[in-house]
């Protein structure tokens, strides 16, 4: 029997979040491998399969998934949201090309930890929006910031990840100050924390008055844009839509 190896996002960090397409994966490997956090989620789904949830890098946890599959088993590796969205899979793929290996895979998408904030918040990313992580430290934080005013520039709504890292406030703080140059002080901004779980924050500041204190680890922001409004507690980005014509 021929080995594979099962890329699996799990969503936010409910239970409910979970698709049946990954339950479904999970129910049918022998092997699990992630975080011990992500696997309290699933227990139900992985009970009598060979759980590996060590402390461990990306890069050793792609060798173990590996060597688990050329033995011939199916193997999945979990990660919370969606696996190729800031995730594992790209670490995964990378280690198969460096080390010249040829493998069965198959990413399972899972609901992102930005889709999962935008709708408690309502629909802020009703339009065009772009998605930039400001923790990452392996990216030029040039680079980053490169990015970061093309997109305030664009207008479009921008998904903040990472806003707090091991630099501290700084990033989120001058990232705000980008987003100041071509946006008005009123501007909404979604400040989502630990969203899906059950230690769950929603609310709704400015750009103007941004509440940097309340911004943690697991805190997502998303800035609107141009066209962003408040509704009845809801942040809402409009679409435009004419009658017989459409979006």
Not at 7 to 17: E, F, K, T
Request: aromatic share 6%.
């Amino acid at each position: 029997m021929n080995g594979k190896v099962y890329l699996v996002g799990i969503g936010p960090g409910d239970s409910a979040s979970i698709t049946s397409g990954a339950n479904k994966i999970l129910k049918n490997v022998s092997v699990v491998i992630g975080h011990k956090d992500c696997l309290d989620l699933l227990w139900k789904a992985v009970i009598g399969k060979e759980i590996i949830a060590e402390k461990m890098t990306p890069v050793q946890r792609a060798e173990i998934a590996v060597k688990k599959a050329l033995e011939g088993r199916q193997v999945a590796v979990v990660s919370s949201g969606d696996i190729g969205i800031y995730a594992f899979a790209s670490t995964f793929f990378s280690y198969l090309r460096e080390k010249e290996l040829e493998l069965e895979v198959e990413v399972i998408p899972g609901v992102t930890v930005a889709s999962a904030a935008a709708a408690l918040l309502g629909s802020p990313l009703g339009h065009d929006f772009a998605v930039i992580s400001l923790a990452d430290q392996a990216t030029d934080w040039q680079g980053t910031k490169k990015r970061l005013r093309a997109a305030a520039e664009s207008d479009f709504v921008v998904v903040l990840y990472n806003p707090i890292g091991k630099v501290g406030s700084e990033r989120v703080e001058e990232a705000i100050r980008i987003l100041l140059e071509y946006r008005e002080a009123a501007t909404p901004v979604g400040i989502v924390t630990g969203a899906a779980t059950k230690q769950q924050k929603v609310l709704i500041a400015t750009l103007g008055k941004m509440p940097i204190h309340k911004i943690e680890t697991d805190t997502m922001l998303i800035a609107g844009n141009s066209e962003t409004y408040i509704y009845d507690g809801w942040m809402i980005t409009p679409r435009g839509y004419i009658q017989g014509i459409g979006y």
